[in-house]
């Protein structure tokens, strides 16, 4: 069983940054690891994902320019750093990770059997 830890979210206001931290209890060469965020009433929504542990790094074109995605393998940690926040980019934000993913379904929150537990982010003035 893969356990995703979380580090805590933030209330900044617009224009600042956070960054998020995931640690993984078993990572693998095959393991891919993404980021999601849900909204109320919405289901989650694909943030970014590096498709296995020496694969590509994809990014939703909403957050394209302003999150970064990284990973320090000597850790098992990977980082969200989330620069220029808005107001819409508030939401629960989750890692995620499965060992089995191919790459057409990376933005595929449903592919994905392992979560962390979720950190809140509220931008706002």
């Known amino acids: 069983q893969v356990q995703l830890v979380q580090s805590a979210g933030g209330l900044v206001q617009p224009g600042e940054s956070l960054r998020l931290s995931c640690t993984i209890s078993?990572?693998?060469?095959?393991?891919?690891v993404g980021w999601f965020r849900q909204t109320p009433g919405k289901g989650r929504e694909f943030v970014a994902a590096?498709?296995?542990?020496?694969?590509?790094?994809y990014y939703a074109d909403s957050v394209k320019g302003r999150f970064t995605f990284s990973s320090d393998n000597a850790k098992n940690t990977v980082n969200l750093q989330m620069n220029n926040l808005r107001p819409e980019d508030t939401a629960v934000y989750f890692c995620?990770?499965?060992?089995?993913?191919?790459?057409?379904?990376?933005?595929?929150?449903?592919?994905?059997?392992?979560w962390g537990q979720g950190s809140q982010v509220t931008v706002s003035s």
């Open positions: 995620a990770a499965g060992n089995s993913l191919i790459l057409s379904s990376v933005r595929n929150a449903a592919q994905y059997p392992y």
């Open positions: 078993a990572r693998s060469f095959s393991t891919t």
């Open positions: 590096k498709f296995r542990s020496g694969g590509a790094i």
